[in-house]
């Protein structure tokens, strides 16, 4: 059974950094195929695609958020770790890790998600 | 950019059946994913790959995919079937995950 959980700050100050954890289990980041997705939605918004590391460390990144966000991953500690620099009220999200389907690119299992709020 | 249009809303009466859409240039050729979500929950996979449905998910979920549109299809609608849905692609030529604006299926 695959489980993937988030954490880190509830709050942040604008211009701050954030970095969130996705600490996971029932899957290794070492394994042929494996991906973890960061993907953030806003109060009443839609979903919106953040990051994706894969099982060989190769990355991909929003276009629009590229120069803030990183991604990077612990295989012994079975975590991915999300930072994304100068934090602005817009960040304003819940913010999921999620499990890539193998052989496909949709994302079939999620986090629960943690709420972050970006304010002074 | 890659770009996935979804109404904001559909409504339905239950036992009827809802289909849901997601409008995008030759999304035919993509693979679609669609979850849905309810309020306070993280989302959940329905349908991949256009129209495979994970383990679980009942056989009255189904999607298709040709053209510029892709539907998702839900078969005698419950009362639990009120989420928002959304699509999602893989954007090739930018590398990246595009999710649809959602659509909030209201059962009436």
């Known amino acids: 059974q695959i489980t993937l959980e988030e954490s880190g700050p509830t709050l942040v100050k604008p211009t701050q950094t954030l970095t969130l954890t996705c600490t996971f289990s029932?899957?290794?980041?070492?394994?042929?195929?494996?991906?973890v997705a960061w993907i953030r939605q806003p109060p009443g918004k839609a979903l919106e695609w953040l990051t994706l590391?894969?099982?060989?460390?190769?990355?991909r990144y929003s276009p629009s958020l590229k120069s803030r966000l990183t991604i990077i991953r612990d295989t012994s500690k079975n975590q991915v770790v999300l930072t994304m620099t100068n934090m602005d009220p817009v960040d304003t999200a819940t913010y999921y890790c999620?499990?890539?389907?193998?052989?496909?690119?949709?994302?079939?299992?999620w986090g629960q998600g943690t709420v972050v709020t970006v304010s002074s | 950019s890659y770009v996935v249009t979804q109404p904001p809303s559909v409504s339905v009466a239950p036992g009827q059946t809802a289909r849901i859409t997601c409008g995008g240039n030759?999304?035919?050729?993509?693979?679609v994913h669609w979850y849905h979500q309810k309020p306070g929950q993280a989302p959940v996979l329905v349908i991949y790959?256009?129209?495979d449905r994970p383990a679980g998910i009942p056989e009255r979920f189904s999607g298709s995919n040709s053209g510029n549109t892709a539907t998702l299809t839900i078969s005698r609608v419950e009362a639990g079937d009120e989420a928002d849905y959304y699509c999602?692609?893989?954007?090739?030529?930018?590398?990246?995950?595009?999710f649809g604006g959602g659509t909030k299926l209201t059962v009436l």
């Open positions: 999620a499990h890539l389907k193998h052989f496909s690119r949709a994302f079939d299992i």
């Open positions: 029932g899957i290794s980041l070492s394994t042929s195929g494996v991906g």
């Open positions: 590391i894969y099982w060989n460390d190769d990355k």
């Open positions: 030759n999304i035919g050729t993509k693979s």
């Open positions: 790959n256009d129209s």
């Open positions: 999602q692609v893989w954007d090739v030529s930018s590398d990246r995950a595009v």
